[in-house]
């Protein structure tokens, strides 16, 4: 029996109501997941507050006083955040013609590219910028389970929808480059702009932009080291959808394409990078800082100085830390080759050290390996036995070792033996600060600080030598109101046991065994004359000269008996730049400053540094003593850096570098030799920067074997020449060439005739007088 019609349209009713039940159904059944996702049924999502400050670890940023980032502190993310109108035109260009053509169109999620993507999979993938932050900021990678990914996929569109509701569009896209991590510790955009390419973000051009978007796509596939080539590709790609999208000529495009990547590497870790043992100094600083419960957060918590996002201002200035630095590499290289060659096994068979025995040398080897690094890792970290750790030191191991003429080597040592291969490295330190404001400059505490940690700017102390004198005449001018002009005989000189504390009679030599005539002030300041300067501690007395230096800032135990006339305490460079800078600054002595504030990642001011001074010295007593020191550079140990031409002297061809410094403005300064040369001083001055030099072996027991080239004038001296030379052709930096400022009332005579003992004082050979070598260094 057939069909009627009736019942063929019921038929077919049916179907259209199973149609629209099953469409309606699955409508709905979207609209409960996403509502269930959405209200945290398949795991938490982001709140209101959530997603207004995303929670994002922040690197704390090292700032000069020049404005530019130094370097960052962080533990995994080495991010901080730019702001939109930081970034370039042509980078946000390629990320959108990239990632997101249709990016000011939509609302979140792409309903073209997502109907594209479903009908014709292969395509093309429909992920908004919006999707991919959100990505990037709650859950990271996806999941490789089917439903747990689609899980993933809807979060990301609830959570995009969200975002595009909270902020801008240039917000989200600040986001986005602010968040992503693009390898190298190149965290966020602004990291990546200055490692990959030295520079600031808004100072890329389109294809560096190009580049970093092409990143995007895996930044650990494309990885512009490892793979290069890949990368070049992957940039090019992006090159031609920013044509394709009107952003960029073709030609331009042509062009750029056949371009290289053209990276300047620049890696920012702990151990690389410009003032490293600054940085090490700083971290100390703001662990103590954020200890300190006064500088707790609102909330009774730390500030975490990798994950915060603090910024700290430093006075440390870029230009003049890297003037400083390059100075230190380029004299370095040179007095260190000459070290070696006077310390191959043919020339010293103990190399590198002299005046020692065999047992001696085994004794300060032993001494060595229980303070180093290895021993107390192995011992506390590894728990192993002194037996085990002794026969560790003897295994030849694979190890990277410092050189200076062919950078690191991979080698096979036994660490015993690389540790005396260290041994023989001369050290370095140098700090350089404005005598007015007590800002420190220049900080460099070594010549590598991935492979030498130790700061020789605070934390080593030596002994300072003839450095110290200007603490013993300044005490005379103080208390006996002497001119540079009084004379007194160079005849030996000795101050009785008993007096003053001696234990025994103390009577310091002259280095180049001269005791006849007198001698100015001056001119025996700057000819280190030590009998002079006994008979000027006998008139003082050492508690005051003592005190004084300790006025002056040295916190460095300085023992009151006559012999520190000579420069026997050890204290630091640090100690001794303050101090000196007090004679520059009219006797008023200044807390050298490092960090000047600390603001929060919102730029909330958490510290302020609030200037310590204190009256020392009066302007007449700091103002002469300046002119004492002036004598140093002009007549004495110091006259070479006056010199405009080039002496014969082998010293001069392969040490001094930068030789002949051709300076004519007034310096003062003062040049220090320690017994045996173990250690070499400058102290150099001018009106508005102190600067300090110190060269040194690690064991005092390294040392050249004669004054030619152990002295301080040729060990540190030309470190500070080299520097100064540099500053003061960066006109930028103002530093001074003017006369140091003279008292509106001074009583003293300072402009006696120059060098009138001159002729009869035979202080040597000027052309490379001879230091002051302390002979008797017991107390």
Same mark, same amino acid.
């Given at each position: 029996?057939?069909?009627?019609?009736?019942?063929?349209?019921?038929?077919?009713?049916?179907?259209?109501?199973?149609?629209?039940?099953?469409?309606?159904?699955?409508?709905? +059944?979207?609209?409960? #997941?996403?509502?269930?996702?959405?209200?945290?049924?398949?795991?938490?999502?982001?709140?209101?507050?959530?997603?207004?400050?995303?929670?994002?670890?922040?690197?704390?940023?090292?700032?000069?006083?020049?404005?530019?980032?130094?370097?960052?502190?962080?533990?995994?993310?080495?991010?901080?955040?730019?702001?939109?109108?930081?970034?370039?035109?042509?980078?946000?260009?390629?990320?959108?013609?990239?990632?997101?053509?249709?990016?000011?169109?939509?609302?979140?999620?792409?309903?073209?590219?997502?109907?594209?993507?479903?009908?014709?999979?292969?395509?093309?993938?429909?992920?908004?910028?919006?999707?991919?932050?959100?990505?990037?900021?709650?859950?990271?990678?996806?999941?490789?389970?089917?439903?747990?990914?689609?899980?993933?996929?809807?979060?990301?569109?609830?959570?995009?929808?969200?975002?595009?509701?909270?902020?801008?569009?240039?917000? #989200?896209?600040?986001?986005?480059?602010?968040?992503?991590?693009?390898?190298?510790?190149?965290?966020?955009?602004?990291?990546?702009?200055?490692?990959?390419?030295?520079?600031?973000?808004?100072?890329?051009?389109?294809?560096?932009?190009?580049?970093?978007?092409?990143?995007?796509?895996?930044?650990?596939?494309?990885?512009?080291?490892?793979?290069?080539?890949?990368?070049?590709?992957?940039?090019?790609?992006?090159?031609?959808?920013?044509?394709?999208?009107?952003?960029?000529?073709?030609?331009?495009?042509?062009?750029?394409?056949?371009?290289?990547?053209?990276?300047?590497?620049?890696?920012?870790?702990?151990?690389?990078?410009?003032?490293?043992?600054?940085?090490?100094?700083?971290?100390?600083?703001?662990?103590?800082?954020?200890?300190?419960?006064?500088?707790?957060?609102?909330?009774?918590?730390?500030?975490?100085?990798?994950?915060?996002?603090?910024?700290?201002?430093?006075?440390?200035?870029?230009?003049?830390?890297?003037?400083?630095?390059?100075?230190?590499?380029?004299?370095?290289?040179?007095?260190?080759?000459?070290?070696?060659?006077?310390?191959?096994?043919?020339?010293?068979?103990?190399?590198?050290?002299?005046?020692?025995?065999?047992?001696?040398?085994?004794?300060? %080897?032993?001494?060595?390996?229980?303070?180093?690094?290895?021993?107390?890792?192995?011992?506390?970290?590894?728990?192993?036995?002194?037996?085990?750790?002794?026969?560790?030191?003897?295994?030849?191991?694979?190890?990277? #070792?410092?050189?200076?003429?062919?950078?690191?080597?991979?080698?096979?040592?036994?660490?015993?033996?690389?540790?005396?291969?260290?041994?023989?490295?001369?050290?370095?330190? +140098? %700090?350089?600060?404005?005598?007015?404001?007590?800002?420190?400059?220049?900080?460099?505490?070594?010549?590598?600080?991935?492979?030498?940690?130790?700061?020789?700017?605070?934390?080593?102390?030596?002994?300072?030598?003839?450095?110290?004198?200007?603490?013993?005449?300044?005490?005379?001018?103080?208390?006996?109101?002497?001119?540079?002009?009084?004379?007194?005989?160079?005849?030996?000189?000795?101050?009785?046991?008993?007096?003053?504390?001696?234990? $025994?009679?103390?009577?310091?030599?002259?280095?180049?065994?001269?005791?006849?005539?007198?001698?100015?002030?001056?001119?025996?300041?700057?000819?280190?004359?030590?009998?002079?300067?006994?008979?000027?501690?006998?008139?003082?007395?050492?508690?005051?000269?003592? $005190?004084?230096?300790?006025?002056?800032?040295?916190?460095?135990?300085?023992?009151?008996?006559?012999?520190?006339?000579?420069?026997?305490?050890?204290?630091?460079?640090?100690?001794?730049?303050?101090?000196?800078?007090?004679?520059?600054?009219?006797?008023?002595?200044?807390?050298?400053?490092?960090?000047?504030?600390?603001?929060? $990642?919102?730029?909330?001011?958490?510290?302020?540094?609030?200037?310590?001074?204190?009256?020392?010295?009066?302007?007449?007593?700091?103002?002469?003593?300046?002119?004492?020191?002036?004598?140093?550079?002009?007549?004495?140990?110091?006259?070479?850096?006056?010199?405009?031409?080039?002496?014969?002297?082998?010293?001069?061809?392969?040490?001094?570098?930068?030789?002949?410094?051709?300076?004519?403005?007034?310096?003062?300064?003062?040049?220090?030799?320690?017994?045996?040369?173990?250690?070499?001083?400058?102290?150099?001055?001018?009106?508005?920067?102190?600067?300090?030099?110190?060269?040194?072996?690690?064991?005092?027991?390294?040392?050249?074997?004669?004054?030619?080239?152990?002295?301080?004038?040729? %060990?540190?001296?030309?470190?500070?020449?080299?520097? %100064?030379?540099?500053?003061?052709?960066?006109?930028?930096?103002?530093?001074?060439?003017?006369?140091?400022? $003279?008292?509106?009332?001074?009583? #003293?005579?300072?402009?006696?005739?120059?060098?009138?003992?001159?002729?009869?004082?035979?202080?040597?050979?000027?052309?490379?007088?001879?230091?002051?070598?302390?002979?008797? +260094?017991?107390?």
């Amino acid at each position: 029996m057939a069909k009627t019609k009736k019942q063929e349209t019921t038929g077919f009713e049916k179907y259209i109501r199973w149609f629209w039940m099953l469409f309606l159904g699955g409508i709905l +059944l979207i609209v409960l #997941i996403f509502f269930l996702a959405s209200v945290g049924a398949f795991g938490e999502m982001p709140d209101h507050t959530q997603l207004e400050n995303p929670e994002t670890n922040l690197a704390t940023e090292i700032i000069s006083s020049d404005g530019k980032t130094l370097a960052k502190f962080y533990l995994n993310d080495n991010r901080t955040p730019v702001r939109y109108e930081d970034l370039p035109q042509n980078l946000i260009d390629a990320l959108v013609a990239t990632e997101d053509a249709r990016y000011y169109d939509h609302s979140g999620i792409d309903a073209r590219g997502l109907l594209r993507a479903v009908l014709k999979p292969g395509s093309g993938g429909a992920s908004t910028i919006s999707q991919q932050l959100a990505k990037q900021l709650f859950h990271g990678e996806g999941s490789k389970n089917i439903a747990e990914r689609l899980i993933q996929k809807i979060k990301e569109w609830i959570i995009a929808v969200r975002l595009e509701r909270q902020y801008t569009k240039e917000e #989200i896209i600040a986001q986005y480059f602010n968040i992503y991590d693009f390898g190298n510790n190149a965290d966020g955009i602004r990291s990546a702009a200055r490692i990959y390419f030295g520079k600031e973000p808004k100072e890329l051009t389109v294809k560096e932009s190009a580049m970093l978007v092409g990143m995007f796509k895996n930044s650990s596939l494309y990885n512009p080291r490892r793979n290069p080539v890949g990368v070049k590709n992957r940039r090019n790609v992006v090159l031609a959808q920013m044509t394709k999208y009107g952003v960029l000529d073709q030609k331009i495009k042509d062009s750029l394409q056949k371009t290289e990547l053209d990276l300047n590497f620049n890696p920012e870790s702990h151990n690389d990078g410009t003032a490293t043992y600054f940085r090490e100094y700083l971290r100390a600083f703001l662990k103590d800082w954020a200890n300190d419960k006064k500088n707790y957060k609102a909330d009774g918590s730390k500030y975490n100085i990798y994950q915060d996002g603090l910024k700290v201002y430093t006075t440390i200035d870029s230009r003049m830390q890297k003037y400083a630095e390059d100075a230190v590499v380029k004299h370095m290289k040179k007095l260190q080759a000459e070290f070696f060659h006077q310390n191959t096994p043919d020339r010293n068979p103990t190399a590198p050290f002299l005046d020692l025995d065999k047992d001696e040398i085994e004794s300060l %080897m032993q001494r060595s390996m229980r303070q180093s690094e290895r021993w107390r890792h192995m011992k506390y970290d590894l728990k192993k036995s002194e037996k085990e750790i002794i026969a560790s030191f003897n295994k030849p191991t694979e190890m990277t #070792i410092f050189s200076w003429e062919r950078g690191e080597i991979d080698t096979i040592m036994k660490p015993m033996d690389s540790m005396r291969y260290y041994k023989h490295f001369l050290q370095p330190g +140098l %700090m350089s600060m404005d005598p007015q404001t007590g800002h420190v400059k220049a900080w460099v505490g070594g010549m590598n600080y991935k492979h030498f940690k130790y700061d020789h700017v605070k934390q080593g102390k030596r002994q300072v030598g003839s450095t110290f004198k200007p603490f013993v005449y300044a005490t005379a001018i103080n208390q006996l109101h002497m001119s540079p002009c009084d004379k007194l005989p160079k005849a030996p000189y000795t101050i009785e046991a008993g007096k003053f504390g001696n234990q $025994k009679a103390w009577a310091p030599k002259n280095s180049n065994g001269d005791y006849s005539g007198e001698m100015t002030l001056k001119a025996a300041l700057a000819n280190s004359v030590n009998t002079i300067t006994a008979r000027l501690m006998d008139k003082v007395g050492p508690e005051p000269v003592s $005190k004084l230096a300790r006025d002056l800032g040295v916190e460095s135990e300085i023992p009151a008996v006559p012999s520190i006339a000579l420069g026997t305490p050890d204290i630091s460079l640090y100690e001794m730049v303050g101090a000196y800078s007090a004679f520059a600054n009219q006797g008023v002595y200044t807390k050298p400053v490092m960090v000047t504030t600390i603001v929060d $990642k919102n730029d909330t001011v958490l510290y302020q540094f609030v200037p310590e001074t204190r009256d020392v010295l009066s302007e007449e007593a700091a103002y002469v003593t300046v002119k004492l020191m002036e004598g140093v550079t002009t007549e004495g140990s110091g006259a070479r850096l006056r010199r405009t031409w080039m002496p014969n002297s082998g010293v001069y061809k392969e040490i001094i570098t930068g030789y002949p410094y051709g300076f004519t403005n007034p310096i003062a300064g003062k040049t220090g030799t320690t017994q045996n040369q173990s250690d070499g001083w400058f102290m150099g001055m001018v009106p508005n920067l102190v600067t300090g030099v110190w060269v040194g072996a690690e064991d005092r027991a390294a040392h050249f074997k004669s004054i030619t080239y152990g002295q301080g004038a040729s %060990m540190a001296l030309p470190i500070w020449g080299m520097y %100064m030379k540099s500053c003061y052709e960066d006109k930028e930096l103002d530093v001074s060439k003017d006369q140091f400022e $003279k008292p509106k009332d001074l009583s #003293i005579i300072v402009d006696c005739d120059k060098y009138e003992e001159g002729n009869n004082s035979n202080s040597g050979d000027l052309d490379m007088p001879e230091e002051d070598v302390p002979d008797e +260094l017991e107390f």
